[in-house]
């Protein structure tokens, strides 16, 4: 690792940021086995923050995967590697004024926190709650058949452990809620947590 690096302060101040954009930069992290919705319910809540004005992008596992996370597999410790990176980079956009909402099983706790270390207090973890047998119903995919079989190895829920959230941000159980329900839940969460950030800003507190 380069030794000779020193970390850059902005001219911009987060508060000026969200003054300028009505809101706080942040992470919405979205965490839940395969099929419990994460991917759906994060381009829908993307689309009615993006109608309410919201500066606000998604970040999906299987997007990353095929640029920046392209070189890495599925092992626990290539998952670790992909979920640092994506962690980092939603710090980057959450810092520069964005709100960021990603979408990956990220089944360990330590990747998890660590995501959570990287954008500091804007940070929030939502558990997408669904049962494996739920899951492995709706089966999107076609993945779970392929774990099953011994297709696809490491696959979590099957051959790879899920760790589930011990104490997350907002808990949207997919089990029992349809897509507009759930996005309905997300909004009312960020317009709790997001708008407060704008508003002290506007007064100088």
């Not at 954008?119 to 392929?146: H, M, N, S, W």
Request: aromatic residues 8%; proline residues 3%; hydrophobic residues 40%.
């Amino acid at each position: 690792r380069a030794s000779n690096i020193q970390k850059v302060e902005h001219a911009i101040s987060d508060d000026a940021r969200a003054l300028r954009n009505g809101h706080g930069g942040g992470v919405l992290w979205f965490t839940g086995l395969s099929g419990a919705g994460k991917s759906t319910l994060a381009v829908a809540t993307e689309r009615r923050l993006f109608n309410l004005g919201y500066q606000v992008y998604v970040l999906d596992g299987d997007n990353m995967r095929q640029g920046l996370n392209a070189d890495l597999g599925f092992s626990p410790e290539e998952r670790g590697e992909n979920i640092r990176r994506v962690g980092e980079v939603a710090a980057l956009m959450a810092h520069a004024g964005m709100l960021v909402i990603t979408a990956f099983i990220s089944p360990y706790r330590s990747d998890r926190e660590r995501a959570r270390k990287a954008t500091g207090e804007g940070f929030f973890e939502i558990y997408l709650q669904a049962d494996l047998a739920v899951c492995e119903k709706r089966d999107p995919k076609g993945l779970y058949a392929k774990a099953r079989t011994g297709e696809i190895e490491n696959f979590t829920g099957i051959s790879a452990p899920y760790e589930v959230p011990e104490s997350p941000d907002l808990v949207v159980n997919t089990t029992i809620q349809d897509v507009d329900s759930a996005v309905d839940t997300i909004i009312k969460y960020v317009k709790e947590c997001f708008h407060a950030e704008a508003t002290r800003a506007a007064k100088g507190i």
